[in-house]
């Protein structure tokens, strides 16, 4: 396990479902090199794998697999995703919660990534939309 000094990582593709693999592949790398198998590992790959999924199912139109940045940011005292496309925008406080005491299926993706990190704001601006999230360690 790596000492995580301020190290940036930066991956651009298409938003398409067929490189769901490779996104999680990518970042279970790095974040396991600097926090070991870990549950903050575990935990912040599934953060950047259902943020990926979003952006893949909702942002783009017809199936359509525009651009995508995911850049991470690891410190000693915070890790930081931002994830960055210019797909259509969106109100993360207009999606409503899922219903955990019943079946659903889908849609809890927002829930599970707001409830893993410390700091959810998300932006839109002149067709950019910039998702960053921090955990603090």
Same mark, same amino acid.
């Given at each position: 396990?790596?000492?995580? $000094?301020?190290?940036? +990582?930066?991956?651009?593709?298409?938003?398409?479902?067929? +490189? $769901?693999?490779?996104?999680?592949? #990518? +970042?279970? %790398?790095?974040?396991?090199?600097?926090?070991?198998? /870990?549950?903050? =590992? /575990? =935990?912040?790959?599934? @953060?950047?794998?259902?943020? +990926?999924?979003?952006?893949?199912?909702?942002? #783009?139109?017809?199936?359509? =697999? *525009? !651009?995508? &940045?995911?850049?991470?940011?690891?410190? =000693?005292? @915070?890790?930081?995703? &931002?994830?960055?496309?210019?797909?259509? !925008?969106?109100?993360?406080? *207009?999606?409503?919660?899922?219903?955990?005491?019943?079946? $659903?299926?889908?849609? #809890?993706?927002?829930?599970?990534?707001? %409830?893993? @990190?410390?700091?959810?704001?998300?932006?839109?601006?002149?067709?950019?939309?910039?998702? &960053?999230?921090?955990?603090?360690?």
């Amino acid at each position: 396990m790596a000492s995580p $000094q301020s190290r940036e +990582f930066i991956l651009e593709l298409a938003a398409d479902l067929c +490189f $769901q693999a490779a996104v999680d592949e #990518y +970042f279970r %790398n790095v974040l396991e090199k600097y926090y070991g198998d /870990s549950g903050l =590992a /575990s =935990a912040m790959q599934l @953060v950047v794998s259902e943020a +990926f999924t979003n952006v893949a199912r909702h942002a #783009y139109p017809d199936d359509t =697999a *525009g !651009p995508l &940045r995911i850049e991470l940011r690891v410190t =000693a005292r @915070v890790l930081e995703f &931002r994830i960055i496309d210019s797909g259509a !925008p969106f109100d993360p406080d *207009g999606v409503p919660a899922p219903n955990v005491e019943g079946l $659903q299926v889908g849609g #809890y993706g927002l829930h599970i990534i707001r %409830n893993m @990190v410390d700091v959810f704001e998300y932006a839109s601006d002149n067709g950019r939309n910039t998702l &960053r999230l921090e955990k603090h360690l």
